[in-house]
């Protein structure tokens, strides 16, 4: 089984920078993919950013191409999210996801067996 538990969130001014980890408590991922999602009050669920088990096959969002970087540090058991240049759109919570047995990066949440409980982020105009 996974436990997944995300740290890093809070309140940060526009253009600000916010790092995001997620760790399986209970194992390493399942060795499956990983990824990240956010969702804004009143809106659904979207995928931010995503990556294989090795972490060479990563996929990001549109709206964070260029500002946002997902990786996974192996010795450390954890998945991050660097945010940076960071939007008033970006607020929401920002959940950790992991799949069962695929190493595919899937952009749909459906397709993601395991969730973290979320972490706040709030950017501020």
């Known amino acids: 089984q996974v436990q997944l538990v995300e740290s890093g969130g809070g309140l940060v001014q526009a253009g600000g920078s916010l790092r995001l980890s997620c760790t399986d408590a209970?194992?390493?991922?399942?060795?499956?993919?990983t990824a990240w999602f956010r969702q804004a009050a009143g809106k659904d669920r979207e995928f931010v950013a995503g990556?294989?088990?090795?972490?060479?096959?990563?996929y990001y969002a549109d709206a964070v191409k260029g500002r946002f970087t997902i990786s996974r540090d192996h010795g450390k058991n954890t998945m991050d999210l660097e945010m940076k240049s960071l939007k008033v759109e970006d607020t929401a919570v920002y959940y950790c996801?992991?799949?069962?047995?695929?190493?595919?990066?899937?952009?749909?949440?459906?397709?993601?067996?395991?969730w973290g409980q979320g972490t706040q982020v709030t950017v501020s105009s």
């Open positions: 209970r194992g390493t991922f399942s060795g499956a993919a």
């Open positions: 996801a992991a799949r069962r047995f695929s190493d595919y990066a899937s952009s749909r949440a459906g397709e993601y067996a395991y």
């Open positions: 990556l294989n088990w090795r972490g060479d096959n990563i």
